[in-house]
């Protein structure tokens, strides 16, 4: 079965400061890669998504992703950190037949 | 555009009962996913549902069933409940079938929190 992993069950970053958040699958082809935010009591949007082509993704909210094949990885990135971005972080992937989302990564912003 | 809406929101039952979820589509889409999020997890996949036939499944057993209509909204059942049914049951539509790439440009519904006693 596949899997996704992230490393990091809490991160704190300062507000301004730059952000990455790890995730890993366990997958034998290339899947489908997303992010998704969950802000408390409100369902999950999509930050971006990875199918095929070029490796470094953008998405909303000024983040982007970078595939890395070689290191089933699917890390986050944010060069600079809002308050507004605390929330909890999902990566999840599709490989045609299911769903995976990895256990999350909760994000505090500090002052 | 209207997104997609769950109903109730929260919903509280005992234990051996039964309960139905609903979930409207984001206008144009043809397929609803639904997925079960336990406390400090991730969401786990139920099932999918496109063009009112179910199109892929997750670890869930028989008494976790769903229904799809011809306006694409969907209705998550489950018979027998459990504690450990305890969760946030969240809804997603999206264009197209599991197989598709479009399939999962996926839109979720704020969820409906289920506390089985």
């Known amino acids: 079965a596949q899997s996704v992993t992230q490393p990091d069950i809490h991160i704190t970053v300062s507000e301004g400061a730059s952000l990455e958040l790890r995730c890993n699958y366990s997958?034998?082809?290339?899947?489908?890669l997303f992010w998704y935010v969950q802000s408390p009591g409100q369902g999950l949007q999509l930050l971006l998504k990875?199918?095929?082509?070029?490796?470094l993704v953008q998405g909303i909210k000024g983040f982007e992703a970078e595939f890395k094949r070689s290191q089933s990885s699917f890390n986050l990135r944010k060069p600079s950190v809002h308050w507004s971005d605390a929330a909890e972080y999902f990566c999840?992937?599709?490989?045609?037949?299911?769903?995976?989302f990895g256990t999350g990564t909760s994000l505090t912003v500090i002052p | 555009e209207t997104g997609v809406t769950q109903s109730p929101t929260h919903l509280i039952k005992t234990r051996g009962q039964q309960v139905t979820l609903r979930c409207s589509s984001q206008?144009?889409?043809?397929?609803v996913s639904w997925y079960q999020q336990a406390l400090g997890q991730g969401p786990q996949f139920i099932f999918q549902?496109?063009?009112?036939?179910?199109?892929g499944r997750g670890n869930f057993p028989p008494r976790f069933s769903g229904l799809q209509f011809p306006n694409y909204s969907s209705e998550l059942n489950v018979n027998a409940l459990e504690l450990d049914d305890s969760a946030l049951y969240l809804c997603?539509?999206?264009?197209?079938?599991?197989?598709?790439?479009?399939?999962?440009?996926?839109?979720f519904g704020p969820g409906t929190r289920l506390t089985v006693t």
């Open positions: 997603a539509s999206s264009l197209g079938g599991l197989a598709g790439g479009l399939a999962y440009e996926q839109y």
């Open positions: 997958y034998g082809a290339t899947p489908y």
């Open positions: 990875y199918f095929s082509g070029d490796t």
């Open positions: 999840a992937v599709g490989d045609g037949n299911q769903f995976y």
């Open positions: 206008s144009g889409h043809n397929t």
């Open positions: 549902y496109y063009r009112e036939e179910e199109n």
